[in-house]
């Protein structure tokens, strides 16, 4: 009786001491798994909008600082002084050494949940404009910043395994646009220090849970918001001769824009010129003064961008010029400086280093490559615009393993990211984001 309780009291006293002498960021994931899913199961219960992200930023901030980060709440500026910059910034100090940047964003969109899951949301919340819409993490930032807080707790236990210094950023305003540069603007380099290197995560629609999948150099595109206006001479519908039809006009703008990407630009430089809104005219036998477009313009190379946005202009110029308009009624074309975003690039070396560092975390067979595409992400904007600071941004995996074979054996597609059904598998992929992501980390500052 006494030999037993003598090797249970033992036992009691070494465990402890060996299982922190063996953590791992998978053993801290394990024991942290079941606390992070309640929060993001609470975070997806509440969503909230760009700019309107006050609950969600809080969580974020209580969390860091009990992993044991300084925090800054409220951090960063937009250019509109009417919005409130709900920007977060925890950093962990451990000795000397390199600085690593990792970023959550915050944000939901303005979409009616239909996943049917029991912590499906039924909020609903003005947006900027003043409208009453339904709120829905239909990107799945509530894996990020659970993932962030995840990464966070495992690295604040890991100390002896990195030096330096950790700032871990919540920003605000993704979707919209902007927080990443409100953040920067308000100084956060100068405050915080500029980092080596800026990395981040984002969930994956289209690949298993337990499989993250990465893309070197560029990954998300340079995208801008072109407004345009066409001008005409309006009149009567049966007197054609007697004005300049702006529609008949915009008809013609709009095919020979097409030409800028099929027909001027090398087809190795990717560019898309989509026209996703056209307004002209009230009545059939009415030939309007003017007619709007609402243009998004994607390319990675940024004298690709500048040379296409150009020629948009030229264009449009040419054909109203050639429609025989006086110089006063040619198109007024406005590139919307605010809502543009420069492409997300990941650094070559660096992203060979964060594949080797994810390949012995989650194992070869489970980090996969990525095609880019033409979406925008303005975590680019913390690399800066000549991509000094190296950046990495990777893939997790989201989908149920049994649904992702399912797409794929009848190829019925799958619900996409900022789809009302699309609904992440919260314990594989926050698991496999959070290991990840300590692992890169590690990688990144080990001593
Ligand atoms: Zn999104
Ligand atoms: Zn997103």
């Not at 006293?13 to 309640?38: C, G, K, N």
Request: aromatic share 6%; with cysteine; charged share 20%.
């Amino acid at each position: 009786m006494k030999i037993r309780s003598f090797s249970i009291l033992s036992l009691s006293i070494l465990l402890p001491a060996l299982a922190l002498a063996q953590s791992t960021p998978q053993s801290i994931v394990d024991a942290e798994l079941p606390s992070l899913v309640t929060i993001y199961k609470d975070f997806h219960t509440h969503p909230e909008l760009s700019t309107k992200e006050q609950r969600s930023s809080a969580i974020v901030a209580k969390e860091l600082r009990t992993a044991g980060c300084e925090v800054t709440e409220n951090f960063g500026s937009y250019d509109n002084p009417e919005w409130k910059c709900y920007g977060v910034v925890g950093v962990m100090k451990n000795g000397d050494g390199p600085t690593v940047l990792v970023r959550t964003d915050m944000d939901a969109l303005p979409v009616q949940e239909q996943t049917g899951a029991s912590y499906a949301s039924t909020v609903r919340m003005k947006n900027v404009d003043g409208q009453d819409v339904p709120v829905m993490h239909a990107c799945g930032h509530d894996i990020h910043m659970s993932a962030l807080i995840g990464t966070a707790r495992a690295l604040g236990k890991l100390k002896d395994k990195w030096h330096g210094t950790i700032i871990f950023i919540g920003q605000p305003a993704e979707e919209r646009v902007g927080g990443a540069r409100a953040m920067l603007h308000a100084g956060l380099y100068d405050r915080f220090g500029k980092p080596d290197y800026a990395v981040a995560l984002h969930d994956d629609a289209e690949t298993e849970a337990g499989k993250i999948a990465i893309t070197e150099g560029y990954c998300y595109a340079n995208a801008d918001s072109v407004d345009v206006t066409v001008k005409g001479i309006g009149g009567h519908g049966a007197y054609p001769h007697k004005t300049k039809d702006p529609i008949a006009l915009s008809a013609e703008i709009i095919n020979a824009w097409q030409t800028i990407v099929s027909r001027e630009n090398n087809p190795l430089d990717p560019v898309v010129i989509t026209v996703g809104s056209i307004h002209g005219g009230m009545k059939n036998n009415i030939i309007p003064d003017e007619v709007k477009m609402q243009l998004s313009v994607r390319s990675y190379k940024p004298e690709v961008r500048e040379r296409v946005l150009a020629a948009i202009d030229q264009v449009a110029r040419g054909c109203a010029t050639a429609a025989g308009l006086p110089p006063d009624k040619m198109p007024d074309v406005k590139v919307l400086k605010t809502e543009g975003v420069n492409a997300t690039y990941n650094n070559p070396e660096l992203t060979k280093r964060v594949t080797a560092a994810l390949k012995s975390a989650i194992g070869e067979e489970n980090v996969i490559h990525k095609d880019p595409t033409m979406g925008g992400e303005d975590f680019s904007d913390f690399s800066l615009p000549d991509h000094s600071i190296p950046a990495c941004m990777f893939n997790v995996g989201a989908v149920d393993p049994a649904k992702a074979a399912e797409s794929k054996k009848t190829g019925a597609p799958l619900p996409s990211l900022h789809s009302s059904k699309f609904l992440p598998v919260p314990e594989p992929t926050i698991r496999t984001a959070v290991v990840g992501m300590t692992a890169t980390v590690l990688d990144l500052m080990k001593r």
